[in-house]
């Protein structure tokens, strides 16, 4: 049983959306610009209730951004590039294109259904040629300026169906596809060079001040500075030496053995040195195996083996043993390490497994740190054991050993970052083609930038063998060189879709240029992005490539802006019975079922009531129906209130209605109302608290009778406020309503109610008013009020005024909380 017409409610008022044009975008140069932008959707198919609790947050602080005078872009658009697409060409046979299409086509719909204030003229999709040309043009102004380039890499091999594979398609090791195992593979990739900016990007993570603090710690442990020293041991018997990276020099003189990544490159030339080559390569080849297939899963026991080469320690000579172990990464820092098993308890855990010696050589404090010598003791100190540095702190002795180095020419000073370079070659079709050509004779060549675009064929074959469908299309990869004409080959790779995503918020700005990716002027208008809301599992990503995008882009002069998004709300989980809302969980609940059951309002007030944006939101089916059952209420009480005509208040319910001391209360209330609301909204998005305080004024309302003609200005006040309020989180109803209150224009583009100090005034006491001594009339008024605004009030009053008719006031006697006698003469 429907409480109330939703659906017809919802069909006419979208109607009269469409028809008004009422989310255009509009020319108001003089009004403040907001920026209001939700992370675009890849186009699954459907939209799930994370979207919509996503894009309900975004609407609402849209709407409401619009209401307080500011002139609001509010794009949406598809991140439509990506694997999905690809699968279903392979497993369907049904094109990527065509099942792209389709799904935003649906999507549209479902959003459309939502009620979402966007202007869909500015919508942008990253998989048509007018979009990606731009990616293709930002890669060669890249490429120009040495930010992307080409280099050897391992990617994920399976060797059954021939193919790389993303990280995400490995599954425990294993081939997502055919259930074999992965192993690593060196292979070219276009890289573009983020580590250039690492420091930039760190520096400026502070100023985020409108982002969460989790995201900003995740950004600052992503990039993960360390400060330390590049230290130099010469290998025996060569003239090799070995580079490694340490964040603790003051241990140096505690070093008793270097440990060496198995993939390291120099093992090729070091090998052939040792006596026991044959053993160490065998443990190599089976600890590479075992990490190629067992990805993503924690890191198991430490295992090494001594290499049977030895280095030279730089300051005391000493001679060390070179083991391999597989605890060290090679693409960090130089990609071995000094073992300090003393004080690091990785170190020490391998020196106790293979034997090996440990040395003391920071000494606790006397006070604290006391140390139990089966463990390393990884805190502060002074430095014993260590020759000419004993004694001093351990910290001081930092620098004093690179100093040392450095006269020595062993070592130097050394920032090193945990970001890497970011890797985009997908061997895949669906994506953006990479606009490089090869040539025999002059080798890489940028596309021209006026032969851009370079499109993605449509007609190849998807067998899901082989690696991309690309690198059988003749058609696509043979051309000839821009160069030489001589005939050349095509990049057949396509770029990882995060590039797409990296720059779109600028799309948005000036979507239909076809001369540049988007004009300065649009771009100095709206970037920084004022409220970007989006899940946390963007936290890193997407969020560091967009920083990064915009500085790089700001750098080549197209954008003022260093930094993408001012402020950041990362919106909460959507949970049923305790975990996330997913597939594979099998615990979805469908937002198109929802919807026709309880409309679109309910649906969008539920997931904003319910939990504050950045939390998790436990779905509740009594929640829903509660939310549901407030606007039913509401339905009605408009709907009787209608029936009682009178004209509608002066501004849109901000109107000076007259009342009654009686009615005193209830006008506070709306006004507090209005107050707190626009505290909520300001402070944080508190949506659900604001909805919450609708909610009373709703229950406040319900005590008046419309049936006493002097209580109806103050309810027709306190209901058109109340719609108001309430359009950003239910705008169907609100609007549906409003005109049955006689208003005919659009709620959007009504001013946003102002809170009056004065209706808040709640504590009124009898103010006696006396002429010539004699009582005249009784005012309700604060206990506070001055004594000129006491006498303003009560020449205002009706009766006083007939009791002054030709008179002269002489004076007037005013005790403070009771009286107000008029002196008068005639
Ligand atoms: C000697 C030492 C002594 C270290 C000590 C620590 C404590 P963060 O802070 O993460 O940068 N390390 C360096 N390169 C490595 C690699 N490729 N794989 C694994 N470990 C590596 O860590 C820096 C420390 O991690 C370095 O400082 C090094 O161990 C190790 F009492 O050097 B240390
Ligand atoms: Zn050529």
Known sequence: ???????????????RWKQENAFALRDQPSKKTFYCLEMFPYPSGRIHMGHVRNYSIGDALARYKRMRGFNVLHPMGWDSFGLPAENAAI????????????????????LSRLGLSYDWSREVTTCLPEYYRWNQWFFLKFYEKGLAYKKEGLLNWCDSCLTVLANEQVEEGLCWRCK?????????QWYLRITDYAQELLDAIPDLQGWPEKVRVMQENWIGKSEGAEIRFSVEGSSLELSVFTTRPDTLFGVTFVTIAPEHPLLEELLPLSRQRE?????????LHKRATERNTEPGEKEGIDTGLRVIHPLTGDHLPLWIGNFVVAS???????????????????????GLPIKEVIAPSVAHEPHAPEMAYTGPGRLIHSGAFNGLSNELAKGKIISELETRGKGVRKVTYRLRDWGISRQRYWGTPIPIIYCETCGTVPVPESELPVILPRDVAFTGKGGSPLRDSESFFRTTCPNCQAPARRETDTMDTFFDSSWYFLRFTDPSNTAEPFSKIAARQWIPVDQYIGGVEHAILHLLYSRFFTRALKDLGFVDSPEPFRALLTQGMVLKDGSKMSKSKGNVVDPDQLIERYGADTVRLFTLFSAPPDKDLAWDDKAVEGAYRFLGRLYQRVLELSRFPSPPPSSGGTGKTPVSSAQKPLLAKIHETIRDVTFDLESNNQMNTAIARLMELLNALGNGNPEKAEELPLLREGYTTLLLLLSPFAPHLSQHLYGLLGQEGLLLDQPWPEAREEAMIRDEIPYVIQINGKLRATLMLPPDIDRSELLKKALEDERIQRNLVDMKLQKEIYVPGKLLNLVVVP
């Open 332 to 354: 960090y820092g130089t990609g071995v390490v000094m073992g300090v098993p003393a004080h690091d308890e990785r170190d020490h855990e391998f020196a106790r497994k293979y």
């Open 91 to 110: 497993q369907r046979g049904i094109h990527p294109a065509v099942w792209t299409e389709q799904n935003i086509a649906h999507m549209k719909e479902q």
């Open 1 to 15: 049983s429907s409480l109330y017409p939703f659906d017809e409610i919802e069909t006419a008022v979208q109607k």
């Open 180 to 188: 074999s195992p992965v192993t690593l593979r060196p292979m070219e």
């Open 279 to 287: 053993e160490t390569e065998s443990f190599i080849r089976k600890v």
